[in-house]
């Protein structure tokens, strides 16, 4: 055993010192490597910043009410009847101010400060107290907006990444020129600095969705009282509902989102990670071909061929690890607490990238299988080549 490793550093020596002549090879490996990690690192960079969108912590005794046939706020819209009825469901905190929160929430075409093109962006409409059930916001700059006025808040996020948006100035939504009269930010930095918020009253006629309201947040008298709560009004003739915990409603859009990003994200990390194995291995095919002799005379001295595969997998890790190291390095220095605009597919989502120290290590550790993977077959072939036939090239 220690003949073999002895072997080994020996040879994995003599092949470190021998990369600056095949530099062109290494580099193109190096380089397909790097793209792979960098690839992944944003991938999963981008994923972080989704979890981040949707990071409103939630509770357990607050309901989302929304129809049936929508899962998310936009595009439900409610029957006008649904906040009396709902008024009547039994588990309602009827003692305390603001147990209910009418919200409309629906999109507007705004320009993007990068290119100026037109983004769907968040509009969401208060009907009554603005922060009864949406805690943990607070005012950046200048105030809330004033009901029965044509005044909005803007959140952080999307205040810089639109174009011209700044308190006191004013914005087109729909068929009314709003007032922007605060910026306003979220504890953590969620779903709510990507939106808009003003007095439904003001937004609806204006937006054409004059009387009608998109979702019901429902503060409960406690936890327990969802089940009870959401049985009455799921089974309520003449109201179609869906009812949700505050808390389940964003675990299940983060999981939503999540998926529709990595699924893509990740097939594009696997046809990197193949074009960069096909470099990798060619390279080392290529050394083997130059130094075919040489490796044919170190097994005829004595040179076993467990020692000469591992030196030829152990030049593949390292070119893997160079590579996956500067991908995710250089990935990491351009995204790290950069804003992203991106968009669910019906409004834009303003995002914090977030580079976690465990995703550089991951995207390294994959980059890392795929260079191993890439010397194997070069090892094998190297392994059960005929010596007498490795002398006899030039």
Not at 179 to 186: A, D, L, N, W
Request: aromatic share 6%; hydrophobic share 50%; charged share 15%.
């Amino acid at each position: 055993m220690s003949s073999t490793l002895s072997q080994f550093l020996s040879l994995f020596a003599m092949s470190i010192r021998s990369l600056p002549s095949r530099a062109s090879s290494s580099i193109v490996a190096i380089v397909g490597f790097a793209v792979t990690g960098g690839v992944l690192v944003s991938v999963l960079a981008l994923a972080n910043g989704l979890s981040g969108f949707w990071r409103s912590p939630g509770s357990d005794d607050v309901a989302i009410v929304l129809a049936r046939s929508s899962f998310s706020e936009v595009g439900s819209r409610l029957a006008r009847n649904a906040g009396s009825l709902i008024q009547q469901a039994p588990g309602l905190a009827q003692a305390q101010r603001g147990a209910t929160s009418p919200q409309l929430v629906t999109t507007a075409a705004l320009p993007r400060a990068s290119d100026g093109k037109g983004v769907s962006v968040l509009v969401r409409g208060f009907d009554g107290a603005a922060w009864s059930l949406d805690r943990d916001t607070s005012m950046l700059a200048g105030h809330p907006f004033q009901h029965g006025l044509d005044e909005i808040i803007v959140g952080e996020k999307l205040a810089r990444t639109l174009s011209g948006i700044a308190v006191g100035s004013s914005l087109q939504l729909g068929v009314s020129r709003f007032k922007v009269t605060g910026i306003f930010k979220e504890q953590g930095g969620g779903r709510y600095e990507s939106e808009i918020w003003g007095d439904a009253n003001q937004l609806a006629p204006a937006m054409g969705d004059a009387g009608k309201i998109s979702a019901i947040y429902v503060r409960l008298a406690s936890k327990d009282d969802f089940e009870s709560f959401a049985n009455y009004l799921m089974n309520l003739p003449g109201l179609d509902v869906n009812v949700f915990r505050e808390r389940d409603y964003l675990a299940q859009q983060t999981d939503r989102f999540r998926v529709l990003v990595m699924i893509p994200g990740l097939a594009i990390v696997s046809l990197m990670g193949i074009a960069a194995m096909l470099a990798a291995a060619n390279t080392m095919l290529s050394a083997i071909q130059v130094r075919l002799r040489e490796l044919g005379t170190l097994r005829a001295i004595g040179f076993g061929p467990t020692a000469v595969a591992a030196q030829i997998l152990a030049e593949a890790l390292v070119l893997g690890l160079l590579g996956g190291a500067a991908g995710a390095l250089i990935a990491a220095g351009m995204l790290h607490g950069e804003s992203a605009l991106t968009s669910n597919g019906l409004s834009a989502m303003a995002l914090s990238l977030s580079v976690r120290p465990e995703a550089a290590f991951a995207a390294i550790g994959t980059v890392l299988l795929f260079s191993l993977i890439a010397g194997a077959w070069p090892a094998i072939l190297m392994s059960r080549i005929c010596v007498v036939d490795a002398l006899r090239k030039t």
